[in-house]
């Protein structure tokens, strides 16, 4: 079967099952704020529609300005892009004919952006259940790699990585000449992020990749940026298409940083729904990984192949992300976004009706 490569789009996912598409369902396979943009983006949005007439900035300086003032790093650290995905696509420009390492389960389009451009791939496995990083195990596989991927926090398990672990790792790398590659894609939905920007200046083989479409919900829009050393942002900045990031979203982008409040209102959420869904699974006997974001891994330890559970999900209108094409997982988890509490409420239900069922 050819399962769909990311979540969200669940018309897909029905049309690889065969299956009708049920007039009420909940997609828990996208991890995307549950509530939603913040306000500004609805009170300015007019604001937008006159920007449809002009080029967009192709340095989008107002918001590289504002993330450089956020992030307290030079402007010319910063590289704006078309999502999380241009930025690896770009990054595996750079890494042409060369070897990369990534830590898995991740992200898969770390390993596409490398292969298409003839990088070879190897893994560090991650093993359940508490995916523990393995730094020594890992420093004795980067002797002939040019560069490292970690995401972090780690899509698909939403277990965090301390800035002290992080540290070793960059510098065991910098020792072996390979690039640091961390994917902070969901470090926002994190209530105790120990920040690592600071050492951009320390070391330079360290890039970060940070996503704006998660926190904020603006998937559509498609905005992200990346933090590294001058010489690594050029380099990837001369493969960049022009006006890669439109008028649209650049302007989103400087309303959604300043949006502190609705940051604050999705971490307390994200936190008690978390607590409140794992108490309701540990009661239950489910199986999750110790995430620490708005995602999160779930087995029912009574079965191997979670796939009974992922077709009866399904049927309910419940909609989980598969783990078919996550190295390591092969369909023995499922992965679930927090969503508000109404649909939580709703999944626990159907979760409940199957344990019952066995």
């Known amino acids: 079967m050819n399962w769909p490569a990311h979540g969200s789009n669940p018309q897909y996912l029905f049309s690889a099952l065969k299956l009708p598409m049920p007039d009420k369902k909940i997609d828990f396979s996208a991890n995307i704020n549950p509530l939603g943009p913040p ?49 690896i696509a770009l990054i595996g420009r750079i890494l042409t004919g060369k070897r990369a390492i990534i830590v898995q389960p991740a992200f898969s389009e770390y390993e596409e952006a490398c292969r298409v451009n003839s990088c070879a791939v190897e893994y560090h496995q991650l093993m359940p259940d508490q995916w523990e990083l393995g730094i020594e195990e890992l420093a004795a596989k980067l002797g002939n790699k040019d560069a490292l991927f970690l995401c972090n926090p780690c899509n698909p398990t939403g277990v965090y990585y301390s800035q002290s672990t992080l540290i070793e790792l960059i510098k065991e790398c910098e020792r072996q000449d390979c690039l640091c590659i961390i994917d902070e894609a969901f470090y926002d939905f994190l209530s105790e992020y120990e920040s690592i920007i600071p050492y951009i200046h320390e070391f330079s083989n360290l890039i970060v990749i940070r996503s704006m479409t998660k926190m904020f919900a603006i998937p559509g829009l498609r905005l992200g940026y990346l933090m590294a050393n001058p010489s690594i942002i050029n380099q990837l900045a001369a493969s960049q298409p022009h006006w890669s990031v439109n008028s649209l979203a650049l302007s989103a982008g400087e309303w959604c940083i300043e949006s502190e409040a609705h940051i604050r209102a999705t971490r307390d959420l994200i936190q008690n729904e978390r607590e409140r869904l794992f108490r309701f699974y540990k009661e239950k006997e489910f199986v999750v990984s110790p995430s620490l974001v708005n995602f999160y891994l779930l087995k029912d330890p009574i079965i191997v192949d979670q796939m009974p559970l992922f077709q009866f999900l399904i049927t309910k209108g419940i909609i989980p992300r598969h783990t078919m094409n996550f190295p390591g997982l092969q369909g023995r988890w499922l992965r679930f976004a927090i969503k508000s509490p109404n649909e939580n409420d709703r999944l626990m239900e159907a979760m409940e009706e199957w344990r019952n069922r066995l």
């Open 39 to 87: 306000p500004i983006l609805k009170e300015k949005w007019n604001q937008l529609f006159l920007a449809l007439s002009d080029y967009p900035d192709p340095l989008g300086y107002e918001l590289k300005k504002k993330l450089s003032e956020k992030e307290k790093i030079e402007e010319s650290h910063i590289l704006i892009g078309n999502g999380g995905a241009e930025l």
